[in-house]
């Protein structure tokens, strides 16, 4: 060297802070101020009782409580069933709608119930399953039904079919991506060696498919965990689809108990953690290699 200093944007690339790093600074900035922030001050929270006392009393009150704990089964019997469905539908879906011509005009169709919102589908099915709707009363009227005898809304069948409408487009669009992804190729070799579309389908799609649908199914099943406005809306809140979030909500603003509130969020986020762990775990059992299958 001669004695010159090097430039500030020098002496910062060579620690690796060159511009193309520092672009990532928002990122995380906004990830650290709207997730890391406010989980590491609610799990801090939910160790600071509103009464004082040991600092895991929310935790022992939460599953001292048959009330309290029962929600996590209830959630589960909704998100799980709820998963597994809409992944069966988008599946077959997602095969079909990749042959067709106007794919995007299609999956536009399919995908319009996210833009309705969760309340106004629940108002959709209040008006159209309720006791009154057009479609029990035209149940009632062929004869083979008695009035009351099907009930759509205001149990555990209404919030499972409203998570199934507001959550298939989501599932669809994930498995149309991951599907269009494989190469057309590797079918054709298949069926000029003979395989037949079900052998195809259990050898080729399948085991490339898995990784992805391990993806859609964890995002799924946490967007149906998290139900709220379909359990209080289309269900029995107080009963049969008494959630952990309603739980969790009615600690915050009906008990005032933040603290609590704050214990029941960081089990809820356990349970979704564990669950996300074990699906993507289990991935593993299926094909690992390079995504030899993608187009292009």
């Not at 079900?198 to 967007?223: D, E, K, N, W, Y």
């Not at 689809?241 to 005032?256: D, G, K, M, P």
Request: glycine share 8%; proline share 6%; net charge positive.
């Amino acid at each position: 060297m001669t004695g010159h200093a090097l430039p500030l944007r020098s002496r910062l690339a060579a620690k690796g802070l060159d511009g193309v790093t520092l672009m990532a600074v928002p990122a995380a900035i906004f990830l650290i101020a709207l997730f890391i922030y406010p989980f590491g001050y609610g799990l801090w929270l939910s160790f600071k009782p509103k009464d004082g006392g040991w600092f895991l009393a929310n935790y022992v009150k939460f599953f001292s409580d048959p009330f309290l704990y029962d929600t996590i089964y209830t959630t589960l019997a909704l998100a799980f069933p709820v998963t597994i469905v809409n992944l069966l539908f988008a599946v077959p879906v997602a095969f079909r709608v990749r042959l067709m011509k106007h794919q995007r005009l299609l999956t536009t169709i399919l995908v319009l119930p996210i833009t309705l919102g969760t309340v106004l589908v629940a108002e959709g099915m209040l008006n159209y399953f309720g006791p009154q709707g057009w479609f029990i009363r035209t149940l009632v009227s062929t004869g083979l039904f008695s009035p009351g005898q099907i009930k759509l809304v205001n149990n555990y069948w209404g919030v499972f079919i409203s998570l199934v409408i507001t959550g298939f487009p989501f599932t669809f669009l994930l498995t149309l991506s991951y599907v269009s992804g494989i190469d057309p190729a590797l079918e054709q070799a298949a069926a000029t060696l003979g395989a037949r579309s079900a052998a195809r389908f259990r050898h080729i799609f399948l085991p490339l498919l898995m990784p992805g649908l391990a993806i859609t199914f964890c995002l799924s099943f946490v967007q149906a965990y998290s139900v709220l406005p379909s359990a209080v809306l289309l269900g029995a809140p107080a009963g049969p689809t008494r959630v952990i979030s309603i739980a969790a909500y009615q600690a915050a603003f009906e008990q005032y108990d933040r603290p609590m509130a704050s214990a029941i969020a960081m089990i809820m986020g356990f349970v979704q953690f564990a669950v996300v762990v074990a699906a993507l775990s289990l991935r593993n059992l299926f094909y690992r290699g390079p995504a030899a299958g993608a187009k292009g």
